[in-house]
């Protein structure tokens, strides 16, 4: 199928641009892979398709130490594909074409150097993802409803970091990050179950790094989930018995890296 893209951008002066962007795509159709009903055929699904519109615009102040990037779009997703259960009386899960869908929302991201070898990064997202149009045979077998949110995608999200460099002469370069990222409850089913969902959290992560003074050798160690958040990356409300399946996430870790470039 066709994809087509459209972009226009302008310069306005040295410091700001600002684009608009039209694109299409799609996500091919298939073979349903897993079959527990009593059927004797391989059920099938559609593309999807999605016709996309962005406008944003890029700033970098004269002195360069403050950066903004700014974008605001609209999604229309047709025979959106989600997974559902096998409508013929069988257990397995499988991808069916469940609708028409919107997403839309804006992110905004910065990077601020408030004062030389001190950097203070910055980025907020908000999306409204919502099912527009229902398939009745995808609903009645675990799909969404009108007025249902896409699954896996949070309203809100936030991230922030703050960085320094301590130059040490001809012992190279040593530079600590700390980075917080911050999401809203997501839902897992595309019929919305509570049951399969994540609820707000933020994950807190440490980094120091050291670069030699002619870039041959680094040495990076890092702390991830400092508060040893418990999280999930999916989960899954069997519907034919009590049990659930969980993806979770990593707790706290430590390691360290090591680089030498010839």
């Known amino acids: 199928d066709w994809t087509p893209m459209a972009n226009i951008a302008y310069d306005w002066n040295d410091e700001l641009m600002t684009y608009f962007t039209y694109s299409e795509g ?7 892979q897993r079959i527990a009903g009593p059927v004797g055929f391989a059920p099938t699904y559609d593309p999807e398709f999605v016709e996309s519109f962005e406008i944003g615009f890029k700033y970098n102040s004269p002195g360069g130490d403050f950066t903004l990037n700014a974008a605001a779009f609209f999604a229309d997703y047709t025979d959106i594909q989600l997974e559902t259960i096998d409508p013929n009386g069988g257990i397995a899960p499988q991808l069916e074409n469940a609708g028409e869908a919107e997403i839309k929302g804006f992110e905004l991201e910065a990077r601020w150097t408030p004062i030389e070898s001190w950097f203070v990064e ?8 919502t099912i527009t149009e229902a398939d009745p045979n995808a609903t009645l077998s675990g799909g969404p409803s009108v007025g249902d949110t896409v699954p896996h995608v949070p309203s809100w999200t936030f991230s922030g970091a ?8 001809d012992n190279g370069t040593l530079t600590p990050r700390v980075d917080y990222a911050y999401r809203t409850k997501v839902l897992f089913s595309p019929d919305n179950d509570p049951r399969d969902s994540q609820k707000s959290h933020g994950i807190l992560n440490a980094s120091v790094g050291w ?33 659930r399946s969980d993806r979770v996430g990593r707790g706290r870790e430590w390691y360290v890296t090591g680089e030498y470039r010839f």
Request: hydrophobic share 35%; net charge negative.
């Open 26 to 32: 799609f996500k091919s159709g298939g073979v349903q």
């Open 122 to 129: 910055g980025a907020l997202g908000h999306l409204d993802a």
């Open 162 to 169: 703050i960085i320094k460099e301590f130059g040490l002469g």
């Open 211 to 243: 670069v030699s003074a002619n870039d041959k050798f680094s040495v990076n160690a890092y702390v991830n989930n400092i508060g040893d958040i418990h999280r999930l990356y999916y989960t899954d409300q069997s519907p034919s018995s009590s049990a």
